[in-house]
């Protein structure tokens, strides 16, 4: 017989169950708003950022190739031929391109990046939901105001651009949840084993967000035990299932981390320039090119691109923050995050502080980290990109606070709702996402979907292509991806070893220059062919036989074609033919 009390138990747990529902179903609805004007044509990609959207749809043809062909998964020799690419090194993203097969194998490999991208925005708020409905705040309301900050805050929207790996942060919240499950008595040994498991997960997905999460969380961990003394008992078996979580995550890694770091192409730091890239101190009042509020014009002065807004909170929100701050002070979890955020901020900055697009002169405590082991490998900025988690669980605090000032004072309930929703409009809605801009890709020439470069790869030989790619030209590795990585390329779009001598191993967005590599940049970048010597025939002839050369392609529709045209053909002799949308050098007489 149903009670009363059951019966209103049930209908609150069925009303829970819909909003729970609404919930997932926004946050997917805003995860396609962004996503939008890629979805709705198919010849679009990503406007600021084609790059990396031609890097990641590589990899999501080789987490393919791993499935159909049993390839090797940390390294791959498609790319940079006769070396290999160390995977492990350049965010390979195998917990998504292997599942994301059969997609990639049926529709394409810039169809698997669209899904990878959109869920990866719509599952991190899913899953910052229900962590903070049901462990933070306990408060489905205040819950999904912090969720989709956390998953659509500016920054999440910067790094849309053809970054699905960073803003995939829907692990984070797992790894929070299974470490503050550590504490229950008893199960020291199964919840140490889940935790580990999931920081497997996170490691292929991105370590940069890995050692964030770490650090913060472990501030917040300790921040809890000061503040609650109550919760000191559970150091024992907090401690017993860490070190199971570290010794399983470490035994899962060890193999994928040597490769990492010792194996082929493995690199020891990211260059100078690279570690110079900080947060503009300006950059956090400062509206985001991709919120209401924002457009390119203000925001680029204080940013090197497009992908790289990790700030950008406007400030009426950096207002907000501190206030908050001050209001929940007694509570030691927003103390341990306020001093998370403060120390990450500070880091972002750099080794030297910049304001309003100039240099201050005015050292940043960066400057004494960027050489260790580990953090010599992080951009600066992206230290700033953490504070958007952080401020997503301070709002969700703020709010639940309100809330329940709003039962307590009956009286004053309406007051207390209308100022509350008056202050987040004015905080939030400036920065609310516009949809990512798109731009129309060029069609992928015959000559490579119709398979015609087979012959002249046959015998482990690669194709070259007219400029060789690299950072600011990815395209061949679309069309790579496109043949399902069958089409191997010299050089490409990766992070590698400068070998030079005096290099230091440093990464490079490609491979080290060669004579004739260097030889097309100059053309490319110049739109003029230089004069050319015997010394620079010689080493072309060698280039290309180092290569493995078997073809040399071109696209017309460079605007530098013609000037590349001459050059490569003033260069080898050979007189190229159109066909199948691009000119081709047969260069198998010349290597051989």
């Not at 609404?22 to 990503?46: E, I, K």
């Not at 489905?140 to 912090?146: E, I």
Request: glycine residues 8%; proline residues 8%; positive net charge.
């Amino acid at each position: 017989m149903t009670t009363p009390e059951s019966g209103a138990s049930v209908a609150k747990s069925g009303q829970g169950r819909r909003i729970d529902a609404l919930a997932v179903l926004s946050f997917v609805l805003l995860a396609f708003w962004v996503t939008a004007r890629l979805w709705v044509d198919p010849r679009n990609g990503v406007r600021d950022n084609r790059t990396d959207q031609a890097q990641f749809e590589w990899m999501m043809a080789h987490g393919a190739r791993v499935v159909t062909d049993f390839a090797y998964p940390f390294t791959s020799d498609r790319m940079n031929v006769p070396d290999v690419v160390n995977l492990m090194a350049n965010t390979s993203v195998l917990f998504v391109s292997l599942p994301l097969t059969p997609i990639t194998l049926w529709a394409g490999p810039r169809w698997s990046f669209l899904v990878f991208l959109t869920l990866g925005l719509a599952a991190t708020g899913v899953s910052w939901y229900f962590l903070l409905s049901r462990v933070v705040v306990k408060s489905r309301g205040p819950a999904w105001l912090g969720a989709a900050f956390c998953a659509f805050a500016p920054a999440m929207i910067s790094h849309a651009n053809s970054h699905p790996n960073i803003v995939s942060q829907y692990v984070v919240p797992l790894i929070i949840w299974r470490t503050l499950r550590l504490a229950e008595p008893g199960r020291w040994l199964r919840n140490g084993v889940l935790l580990g498991l999931v920081i497997v997960w996170q490691a292929f997905l991105n370590l940069e967000i890995l050692l964030m999460t770490a650090i913060g969380l472990g501030v917040v961990v300790l921040a809890l035990a000061l503040g609650r003394p109550a919760l000191r008992s559970a150091a024992r078996p907090f401690a017993a299932g860490l070190g199971v979580a570290a010794a399983v995550a470490g035994a899962l890694l060890a193999y994928p981390l040597w490769v990492q770091f010792f194996g082929p192409g493995a690199y020891s730091g990211l260059s100078t320039l690279i570690r110079g890239y900080s947060t503009d101190l300006a950059a956090y009042v400062a509206w985001s090119r991709e919120s209401v509020a924002g457009d390119a014009r203000g925001s680029e002065p204080l940013v090197k691109n497009a992908t790289e807004e990790n700030a950008f909170f406007g400030w009426p929100l950096v207002i907000l923050v501190i206030a908050l701050v001050w209001w929940l002070r007694r509570n030691a979890v927003v103390l341990g995050l306020a001093a998370v955020g403060l120390v990450f901020a500070l880091f972002s900055l750099g080794r030297e502080i910049r304001y309003d697009g100039r240099d201050t002169g005015i050292p940043g405590p960066w400057a004494a980290l960027e050489n260790l082991p580990v953090l010599h490998s992080v951009v600066p900025t992206r230290w700033s990109l953490a504070l958007t988690p952080i401020i997503g669980v301070l709002l969700a605090f703020g709010a639940d606070r309100a809330r329940r000032l709003a039962v307590r004072q009956p009286d004053a309930r309406d007051q207390i709702r209308f100022a509350t929703v008056t202050v987040l409009a004015m905080a939030l809605l400036p920065i609310l996402p516009t949809p990512l801009p798109a731009k129309r890709l060029d069609p992928t020439p015959t000559f490579v979907t119709s398979g015609a470069w087979r012959p002249y790869v046959a015998g482990g030989r690669s194709i070259v292509t007219l400029p060789l790619p690299d950072t600011t030209y990815a395209v061949p590795l679309r069309w790579s991806a496109e043949t399902r990585l069958d089409m191997p390329l010299a050089r490409g779009y990766f992070l590698y070893p400068d070998t030079r001598p005096g290099g230091d191993r440093i990464a490079l967005f490609t491979a080290p220059p060669r004579p004739t590599s260097t030889f097309f940049e100059t053309v490319r970048r110049t739109d003029a062919v230089p004069p050319i010597t015997p010394q620079d025939r010689v080493a072309a002839v060698d280039d290309l036989r180092y290569w493995r050369a078997g073809a040399v392609i071109l696209d017309p529709r460079l605007p530098q074609a013609d000037a590349l045209r001459r050059a490569m053909t003033e260069l080898s002799g050979i007189t190229p033919r159109r066909t199948g949308g691009v000119w081709l050098w047969d260069v198998r007489p010349l290597v051989e």
